[in-house]
């Protein structure tokens, strides 16, 4: 009689919905997988992009010019 391998859990993707297996490389991080491939995770950070903490500026210093030298003479 043959043996039957007991169920590994599996957990929905975060955008695409399609089931994650368990596998042993996957063993270490598996609560921290949220998606199925690489592709689904840009997808949905670039619908939901996270967002900047209090004060921070992604586009840089806001109102600076950059400042020339002047050619001593």
């Known amino acids: 009689m043959a043996q039957h ?3 590994n859990p599996t957990k929905p993707c975060k955008y695409c919905g399609e089931p994650i297996a368990w596998s ?3 063993a270490p991080i598996w609560d921290g997988v949220m998606f199925c491939d690489n592709a689904c ?15 921070f500026n992604l586009k840089g210093p806001a109102g600076q010019k950059k400042r020339r030298r002047l050619a001593a003479s």
């Open 5 to 7: 391998k007991p169920q």
């Open 24 to 26: 042993r490389n996957l």
């Open 41 to 55: 995770k840009r997808r949905y950070n670039r619908e939901n992009p996270p967002e900047a903490p209090e004060g």
